[in-house]
């Protein structure tokens, strides 16, 4: 509350008790009426009326704390939406990624047969490259901290094995290996198990992404 707000919630209570005090005591007319003789008028008053003047203060004292109370809960209700906004925002970015990662899982696969040109083992680096990109992506390491962790794999595993591809064959890779039948095999089988498992963690992603929007849905009309 700011200092305005609380001196006008007390001056309004004052201002009405000074007016009371001088109409009882400040002219012999009222004080004839209320007091008559008594020599103990002003002290009967004050003891009859502090009941009266204490329930006003606890009133006013309510009334601001009331106040108080609906101003935070307001706020509450604001930083939730402004929390629920976003956290929906990164479960959709979540899901536009992982459609992404599925749909390269999905095209960059292949038979050892079909590595039989240059421009097969160019487009093999490429994918490489193509997939660890978009597993490197911030939105991923977002969504596992602060969604849902995939229960089978998750990003930090799907680049490790990457990355382990590219130590153990990259040098085969840029060898362009298409006359070498049995290493040939052996390459392309390992990438198409790596895809394999990337399009099962970008699947994840997508139904725990969908739940958790699902969740946020019935949460906005619990509190609309």
Not at 40 to 60: E, I, K, P, Q, Y
Not at 61 to 75: D, F, Y
Not at 155 to 171: C, H, Q
Not at 179 to 200: F, G
């Amino acid at each position: 509350m700011r200092p305005s707000e609380s001196f006008m919630a007390w001056f309004g209570p004052l201002v009405i008790i000074g007016i009371f005090v001088w109409v009882l005591f400040g002219n012999s007319t009222s004080h004839e009426i209320m007091c008559g003789k008594s020599e103990t008028c002003f002290r009967d008053w004050v003891f009859g009326l502090s009941g009266w003047a204490a329930a006003a203060v606890a009133a006013v004292t309510l009334g601001a704390l009331w106040k108080q109370i609906s101003i935070a809960q307001m706020q509450a209700q604001d930083t939730f939406s402004i929390e629920l906004r976003r956290s929906m925002a990164l479960a959709q970015n979540t899901i536009r990624a992982s459609q992404e990662l599925h749909t390269w899982s999905t095209l960059f696969g292949g038979t050892p047969a079909q590595y039989d040109t240059s421009q097969a083992w160019t487009n093999l680096r490429n994918n490489i490259a193509d997939v660890n990109a978009t597993l490197a992506l911030e939105v991923f390491t977002l969504f596992e901290r602060e969604i849902g962790f995939p229960k089978r794999y998750h990003s930090v595993f799907m680049r490790e094995r990457l990355t382990e591809f590219e130590r153990a064959y990259g040098r085969y890779v840029d060898m362009e290996i298409i006359y070498v039948e049995a290493l040939r095999d052996e390459v392309v089988n390992d990438w198409n198990a790596i895809l394999k498992q990337t399009a099962a963690y970008s699947l994840e992603c997508i139904a725990i992404a969908e739940d958790f929007l699902a969740d946020c849905g019935a949460l906005k009309s619990k509190y609309a």
